[in-house]
């Protein structure tokens, strides 16, 4: 399974009902398995991003579902990245000539 990190933006919607974002977390860690994406971390954050998604995916079109379907319920938006950790990244590094 790949691995993704999607940052997390709070919507209008998303702040007006902040104090049920716990449990729309939990909800959508749930929910997401039947895309089949593992969620393995969520963290709400100070910055530029109100929060930050980790998750493994089987495909990138699983991961492109999830993320629809959280987005669908108008709370947060999302930008997703692919994350390699460090074995997959030595491997793509190796492909490299030079």
């Known amino acids: 399974m ?5 940052l997390l933006n709070l919507t ?8 049920d974002s716990p449990r729309r977390a939990q909800d959508f860690a749930a929910s997401a398995k039947k895309y089949g994406v593992a969620v393995k971390d969520i963290y709400w954050t100070l910055g ?6 980790v998750y493994e995916a089987d495909s990138d079109e699983s ?5 629809l379907a959280l987005g669908s319920l108008c709370n947060v938006s999302t930008q997703t990245l692919p994350a ?3 074995e997959t990244f030595k ?5 490299v000539s030079g």
Do not use: C, P
Not at 48 to 53: E, I, K, N, R, T
Not at 63 to 67: E, F, I, L, S
Not at 91 to 95: C, E, S, V, Y
């Open 2 to 6: 790949a691995t993704y990190v999607s």
């Open 12 to 19: 209008e919607n998303g702040v007006k009902n902040f104090g």
């Open 48 to 53: 530029a991003f109100d929060g930050v998604l």
């Open 63 to 67: 991961a492109a579902a999830a993320m």
């Open 84 to 86: 390699f950790d460090a």
């Open 91 to 95: 491997g793509i590094a190796g492909k």
